[in-house]
């Protein structure tokens, strides 16, 4: 997993795999507030299985609410754009217990708890990346308790990495 902010990654402090400063730059690009939840090619619809942004408006939930997932065939760029939430995390481990075995068609492994468990308060304009090895839980709430969270999560097949 990878973690940072909008302005820092801009002032090139680190170097990122080209595919993901091609994420970074197009979710720089954008004006979030200005479009509607759904998928968005920022290469082109011909390259939809490639890179794919999907913008999500939700309303935070209970940590105990937020099943961790994992994925095999794309990493997530998961950026705020509006709102805060926590985001739990742990790498891929013989201990974690499957809630939901992986579906083929979503990409998808639902675990019932993270193990260890690290969390993270992710605010308008940070992002993680997380790779197929990270095991994650998005939407979680703060202390502030649920609240609107406009998010993107740029999918990245794992064969571009």
């Known amino acids: 997993m990878v973690i940072g902010t909008m302005d820092a990654a801009s002032r090139r402090h680190a170097e ?3 595919i993901i400063e091609e994420a970074l730059e197009y979710l720089r690009q954008q004006d979030f507030s200005k479009l509607a939840d759904g ?7 011909e390259h939809g299985e490639e890179i794919f942004a999907d ?8 940590a105990e609410e937020c099943y961790p997932e994992a994925h095999k065939r794309y990493a997530d760029v998961q950026f705020i754009a509006e709102g805060s939430e ?15 075995p992986y579906n083929d068609v979503y990409d998808i492994t639902f675990f ?3 193990v260890p ?3 993270l308060i992710m605010k308008p304009g940070s992002f993680a990346v997380l790779y197929p ?3 994650h839980a998005p939407r979680m709430e703060t202390e502030e308790g649920p609240k609107p969270v ?7 097949s794992v064969d571009l990495l």
């Not at 998928?39 to 619809?45: A, K, L």
């Not at 913008?55 to 209970?62: D, G």
């Open 86 to 100: 926590y985001l739990g995390w742990c790498p891929f481990s013989p201990d974690l217990v499957e809630h939901a």
């Open 112 to 114: 019932e708890k993270l």
């Open 117 to 119: 468990e690290s969390t």
């Open 150 to 156: 406009t998010k993107v999560v740029v999918k990245i």
């Open 39 to 45: 998928r968005y090619y920022p290469r082109g619809e």
């Open 16 to 18: 990122y795999p080209p």
């Open 133 to 135: 090895e990270d095991v």
């Open 55 to 62: 913008v999500q408006r939700y309303t935070t939930k209970p």
